[in-house]
């Protein structure tokens, strides 16, 4: 990829489906509005899928092997054993062809979450609905309330992914102005506020080993 390259990087886990959001980040108002901010390439990670690479499905490559949408370089995997770091530092303009900060896209899974947040750059969330007796719509609220991160719903009476891009771009210039409030790469020099509630206090302490008391 040539230097410069920006990076929209969206993840969905490994281990659970998520294919309302696989579908948004393909749309073509969201590919234009990553356009227009600046995004080069496009990298889904994509998880467990019963019907092969949503790719495959959605976008077609063209001559050459490749899927290029209006100058958007699209590419996806399924799931990396090793972790998501090498593509995190990507987005963080850290890594070979990636000089410029990107942004990522991911499910609201708590360590997901901590994980990224480790970058200093902006961070969109959106809670899978398909998922029962978790904490991801109460951690990306608490999250998004306190200024960690963006949320975003895949409902149109929500805040749209294309409008979340736009939200990013001003978090990222507010990161570049004032003191950010993490640090890139692991490990987190401190640990985040203590949540203000239980089960999202409980699904933090899980994920980072962070103890704190009632």
């Known amino acids: 990829m040539d230097r410069g390259s920006k990076l929209c990087f969206v993840t969905v886990g490994a281990t659970a489906e998520f294919p309302e959001l696989l579908n948004a980040v393909l749309q073509q108002k969201f590919l234009d509005r990553i356009l227009q901010n600046g995004y080069t390439d496009l990298l889904v990670q994509f998880g467990v899928l019963k019907n092969g690479s949503v790719l495959d499905q959605l976008i077609a490559p063209d001559e050459s092997g490749k899927r290029v949408i209006d100058g958007l370089h699209v590419a996806g995997f399924n799931s990396k054993p090793d972790g998501l ?76 992914l294309a409008n979340a891009i736009e939200t990013a771009e001003i978090l990222r210039e507010r990161q570049n ?38």
């Open 85 to 160: 770091q090498e593509e995190m530092m990507a987005v963080a303009g850290k890594t070979r062809g990636f000089d410029r900060e990107g942004c990522i896209i991911s499910h609201a899974g708590s360590g997901t979450i901590l994980e990224a947040m480790r970058y200093d750059v902006p961070l969109i969330v959106v809670p899978n609905p398909s998922l029962l007796d978790n904490h991801q719509q109460e951690l990306a609220e608490e999250l998004a309330r306190q200024g960690y991160v963006i949320k975003a719903n895949l409902e149109e009476s929500g805040e749209t």
């Open 177 to 214: 102005t004032s003191p950010p409030i993490n640090s890139v790469g692991p490990p987190l020099e401190k640990p985040l506020r203590k949540p203000k509630t239980r089960a999202l206090h409980k699904a933090l302490d899980e994920e980072s080993g962070y103890l704190a008391l009632d």
